[in-house]
């Protein structure tokens, strides 16, 4: 598009949207297959958010009717929401009750006195109003504490911790193994052996002939469709050199140890304590460019290009915001704006970790997301699940 139909500065104004970062969700498929943390994260992994909303039982939402379905809204219209769908479910809780605890303080000291001025009981009915929200929030937050406080979760999320360090494979590859004998579900046992696989570079044809036999074995033949379209897509596959995984992560620094999660200072709390590869990309693109890292993004999938308006190819340092300079910007008090693009889609804890980055001191960005679909690793994984089985039909 650039060379068919070059675009002149000199006839662009001033842009609401100053820079672009195009991030093809092939660059890290990493990041889907991890448990989110979040509210919203585990909101969306549990219950499945579709167009602002979650459909849940009644009963879970304090109703007595046993089997009717509602929808419960959930956008930043919902000012409790707003506050809490980017914090870790613990840290939630106690927001929530928090909250609670204060209007029944304020509840019972209405009661028992009766000096209130009439401004004071004003304002305490306008507090009264934030109570359907507090009672939505600790519905939700007290539905998923019961799958999130469950032994075999915990287990679960310690696991993806330990394939993300790369260090210790044979108690991966045994948790696996001891999922798959266990029947768990299917998108659960993938999701963990796409992890395994992406940052081993690929499994020693021993354990991969393994593990897809005991697949098999577990779930039935009608899934040998399902395990080719993975191999094919080289979401898992036979390992045929060593992985650049420790190396892309000490250099994104991928890992880092959360020491306060309740007041976290670094975007890896989304995930206790895993940074998402590509929401570091767009760190480095907005603070000092990406010639920094150059070498390093020729081990990620795919190529990668900078260009900037109205002249050729050029080095990502010309380009980004940050470069050269920790100004964002020549118009003093402008806070820059940067549209990230996620093509083949985002999680919710992605899109966290870009409102977290956005909030920090001395960051003049606003960042603005666009994408094809708001994902998990489900429900990204569930199409090639799907087609497979088409194909044995």
């Known amino acids: 598009m650039q060379l068919e139909d070059p675009v002149s500065m000199d006839n662009m104004g001033i842009p609401e949207i100053d820079t672009v970062i195009l991030l093809d969700r092939e660059v890290d498929m990493v ?42 809204p959930l956008n930043s219209s919902d000012k409790l929401y707003k506050e809490i769908r980017d914090l870790n479910l613990h840290v939630v809780v106690q927001v929530v009750r928090q909250k609670a605890t204060s209007i029944q303080q304020d509840y019972a000291e209405v009661k028992s006195t009766n000096t209130q001025s009439v401004s004071e009981l004003k304002d305490f ?38 394939i993300l360090e790369a260090q210790t494979y044979e108690t991966c590859y045994e948790y696996i193994e001891e999922i798959i004998q266990k029947q768990e579900p299917i998108e659960t046992v993938l999701r963990l052996l796409v992890l395994f696989s992406l940052t081993n570079g ?12 005991e ?33 892309i992560s000490r250099a994104l ?37 990406w ?29 980004l915001p940050g ?28 899109i966290a970790a870009l409102r977290f980055l956005s909030a920090q001191e001395g960051m003049g960005y606003d960042f603005l997301v666009a994408t094809t679909k708001v994902i998990t690793g489900n429900t990204l994984l569930r199409p090639i699940i799907a087609s497979s089985k088409e194909g044995m039909i």
């Open 323 to 350: 470069s050269g300079s920790q100004q964002s910007t020549d118009r003093v008090g402008h806070r820059s704006l940067v549209l990230v693009v996620f093509i083949g889609g985002v999680t919710s804890a992605e």
């Open 202 to 213: 690929g499994l020693p044809k021993k354990n991969f002939d393994y593990l897809r036999r």
């Open 31 to 72: 990041t889907p297959m991890c448990s989110q943390l979040t509210y919203e994260g585990l909101l969306d992994e549990m219950l499945e958010i579709h167009n602002g909303s979650v459909e849940v039982d009644a009963s879970i939402m304090g109703a007595q009717q046993d089997g009717k379905k509602v929808k419960v």
């Open 125 to 162: 009915v306008k507090r009264l109003h934030s109570l359907p929200e507090i009672a939505r929030h600790v519905n939700l937050a007290q539905h998923l504490q019961s799958f999130a406080a469950k032994p075999a979760f915990h287990a679960r999320v310690e696991i993806e911790q330990i």
């Open 253 to 289: 620094q991928l890992i880092v140890d959360i020491k306060d999660p309740e007041n976290p200072d670094d975007i890896a709390y989304i995930f206790a304590g895993y940074a998402p590869l590509s929401i570091r990309l767009v760190q480095h693109a907005v603070r000092s460019g």
């Open 215 to 247: 697949i098999l074995h577990s779930y039935g033949f009608e899934h040998m469709p399902l395990l080719y379209n993975l191999e094919k897509a080289g979401l898992v596959k036979r390992q045929e050199s060593r992985t650049n995984w420790p190396v």
């Open 291 to 319: 010639r920094s890292i150059e070498e390093l993004l020729k081990l990620l999938p795919g190529p990668h290009m900078d260009l900037k308006r109205g002249v050729s190819t050029i080095s990502s340092s010309e380009l």
